[in-house]
């Protein structure tokens, strides 16, 4: 799966060749001997190592779902075919074709993802962190936000609420404690200056004990218009795309009920939960959509058309009442028999290899603590011969985890095409 050094534009080769001759002349002249072998071994690695941190696809045999540093959530294959569509050519992506005027291009995507939530309209932006920082830019500069303690959430990758506040120009209002927040909190800093208040999703860590929070429901009592970030854009808590709701999906807050408790604006990820490419969307109130969609922020943070198309195209798998072609939830609702069945395929070609019972998880910060019962291929690797292991791996293109002295990949995250692909990585990993 390595790309080959043919693979490589002969600029960089050239370039490579060169350093290689440089390091040379540096030895020489130092008095050590030069192989030429050695120096075209030398360029090799080089243009080698260029190759390997070329982006690519991987196997993520990580049981996590929604795996950041592996690029999310894989897209579904209807809506890639939708942003090559508009992509490769010309599209109405700001024209209206009734009429032959300017139109917007927060008139498709967003405004299905918007009705597929229930909400009045959409808004779709580069990431949720746009979309936040957007959002309070746009309703809240020079003014209060009121947000619990509890929820002064540091995301991972730079995200970071109180830092994101600041950026947007509003003024942070801290109320009750990290464990518990409730209403009269609330009541006691709202003022005049009050724009809005936060709720966020602290979707990356999980508080157990003597806990308190104000549900939305509550604080749309208190007066200011509600913005709830949601993170992970489960659009539906009751999942009504799947035929049965995901047991380990167990609280986790959805998009349209936040909308259906009063929140005024609700934001998201596109690629999290929502199983799409790379977005933030913004949903609520059509007013607030609108101040949100003039600030001049929405232009500096805009989704670009492919992203667009493939959102429409996510929405309709939604809208449709079936979403299980959705990668990201035909991967989290296998039965575990099936995939133990894959399992035993392949570790029938593994020199060592067994099926193992695994737990998958969520990731991108969504659902902490909770597991997804699962199954892989694991392969015995005591003592360092694990973290060498892994890296043969690798190599591969395969990024699999380890656990007590156990290779395993988890077949969770794989796509059952690439079984063979899994298979061959891992005969020939585990004989070198
Ligand atoms: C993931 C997340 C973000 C950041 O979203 P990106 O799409 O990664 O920019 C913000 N807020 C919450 C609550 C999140 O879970």
């Given at each position: 799966?390595?790309?080959?050094?043919?693979?490589?534009?002969?600029?960089?080769?050239?370039?490579?060749?060169?350093?290689?001759?440089?390091?040379?002349?540096?030895?020489?002249?130092?008095?050590?001997?030069?192989?030429?072998?050695?120096?075209?071994?030398?360029?090799?690695?080089?243009?080698?190592?260029?190759?390997?941190?070329?982006?690519?696809?991987?196997?993520?045999?990580?049981?996590?779902?929604?795996?950041?540093?592996?690029?999310?959530?894989?897209?579904?294959?209807?809506?890639?075919?939708?942003?090559?569509?508009?992509?490769?050519?010309?599209?109405?992506?700001?024209?209206?074709?009734?009429?032959?005027?300017?139109?917007?291009?927060?008139?498709?995507?967003?405004?299905?993802?918007?009705?597929?939530?229930?909400?009045?309209?959409?808004?779709?932006?580069?990431?949720?962190?746009?979309?936040?920082?957007?959002?309070?830019?746009?309703?809240?500069?020079?003014?209060?936000?009121?947000?619990?303690?509890?929820?002064?959430?540091?995301?991972?990758?730079?995200?970071?609420?109180?830092?994101?506040?600041?950026?947007?120009?509003?003024?942070?209002?801290?109320?009750?404690?990290?464990?518990?927040?409730?209403?009269?909190?609330?009541?006691?800093?709202?003022?005049?200056?009050?724009?809005?208040?936060?709720?966020?999703?602290a979707s990356n860590y999980r508080m157990v004990g003597f806990v308190e929070t104000t549900p939305?429901?509550?604080?749309?009592?208190?007066?200011?218009?509600?913005?709830?970030?949601?993170?992970?854009?489960?659009?539906?808590?009751?999942?009504?795309?799947?035929?049965?709701?995901?047991?380990?999906?167990?609280?986790?807050?959805?998009?349209?009920?936040?909308?259906?408790?009063?929140?005024?604006?609700?934001?998201?990820?596109?690629?999290?939960?929502?199983?799409?490419?790379?977005?933030?969307?913004?949903?609520?109130?059509?007013?607030?959509?609108?101040?949100?969609?003039?600030?001049?922020?929405?232009?500096?943070?805009?989704?670009?058309?492919?992203?667009?198309?493939?959102?429409?195209?996510?929405?309709?798998?939604?809208?449709?009442?079936?979403?299980?072609?959705?990668?990201?939830?035909?991967?989290?609702?296998?039965?575990?028999?099936?995939?133990?069945?894959?399992?035993?395929?392949?570790?029938?070609?593994?020199?060592?290899?067994?099926?193992?019972?695994?737990?998958?998880?969520?990731?991108?910060?969504?659902?902490?603590?909770?597991?997804?019962?699962?199954?892989?291929?694991?392969?015995?690797?005591?003592?360092?011969?694990?973290?060498?292991?892994?890296?043969?791996?690798?190599?591969?293109?395969?990024?699999?985890?380890?656990?007590?002295?156990?290779?395993?990949?988890?077949?969770?995250?794989?796509?059952?095409?690439?079984?063979?692909?899994?298979?061959?990585?891992?005969?020939?990993?585990?004989?070198?």
């Amino acid at each position: 799966m390595i790309q080959e050094l043919d693979g490589l534009p002969h600029e960089i080769l050239a370039a490579c060749a060169r350093e290689a001759v440089a390091a040379a002349r540096a030895q020489a002249e130092r008095g050590d001997p030069v192989d030429p072998d050695d120096v075209i071994g030398d360029a090799k690695q080089r243009a080698a190592a260029i190759g390997a941190a070329l982006l690519r696809p991987v196997l993520n045999a990580t049981g996590v779902l929604i795996h950041t540093n592996l690029g999310r959530a894989p897209v579904a294959e209807d809506a890639l075919d939708a942003a090559r569509q508009v992509a490769a050519g010309y599209s109405n992506l700001e024209y209206r074709l009734d009429t032959g005027e300017r139109g917007s291009r927060h008139e498709h995507a967003g405004a299905l993802l918007a009705q597929a939530c229930g909400a009045e309209a959409g808004l779709v932006v580069n990431n949720n962190a746009a979309a936040v920082l957007l959002a309070l830019a746009a309703l809240a500069r020079g003014r209060e936000v009121v947000v619990s303690r509890g929820e002064l959430v540091e995301i991972g990758g730079g995200f970071r609420v109180p830092e994101i506040m600041a950026e947007s120009g509003c003024r942070l209002v801290e109320v009750g404690t990290t464990n518990r927040t409730r209403r009269a909190d609330y009541v006691e800093a709202i003022g005049p200056e009050t724009a809005l208040v936060l709720k966020v999703h602290a979707s990356n860590y999980r508080m157990v004990g003597f806990v308190e929070t104000t549900p939305v429901s509550e604080l749309v009592t208190l007066g200011p218009p509600v913005m709830v970030d949601a993170g992970s854009g489960l659009l539906d808590e009751s999942t009504p795309w799947l035929p049965r709701r995901p047991s380990w999906l167990r609280d986790e807050p959805g998009v349209r009920q936040a909308v259906e408790a009063g929140a005024a604006l609700v934001t998201f990820s596109g690629d999290k939960l929502l199983g799409g490419p790379q977005a933030g969307i913004l949903a609520g109130r059509a007013d607030l959509i609108g101040s949100v969609a003039r600030h001049p922020l929405a232009r500096a943070t805009r989704a670009d058309k492919m992203t667009l198309a493939a959102l429409q195209a996510v929405a309709f798998s939604y809208l449709s009442g079936d979403a299980t072609g959705i990668p990201l939830w035909r991967m989290a609702t296998g039965s575990v028999d099936d995939l133990s069945a894959r399992a035993e395929v392949i570790a029938a070609g593994v020199p060592g290899g067994k099926v193992v019972d695994t737990e998958a998880v969520a990731g991108g910060g969504a659902l902490p603590g909770l597991t997804i019962p699962s199954a892989g291929v694991g392969v015995d690797a005591p003592g360092p011969s694990g973290e060498r292991l892994l890296a043969r791996l690798r190599e591969h293109g395969v990024v699999a985890r380890l656990e007590d002295d156990t290779v395993v990949c988890d077949l969770r995250t794989i796509d059952p095409l690439d079984d063979t692909n899994l298979a061959e990585a891992l005969r020939t990993a585990c004989a070198s």
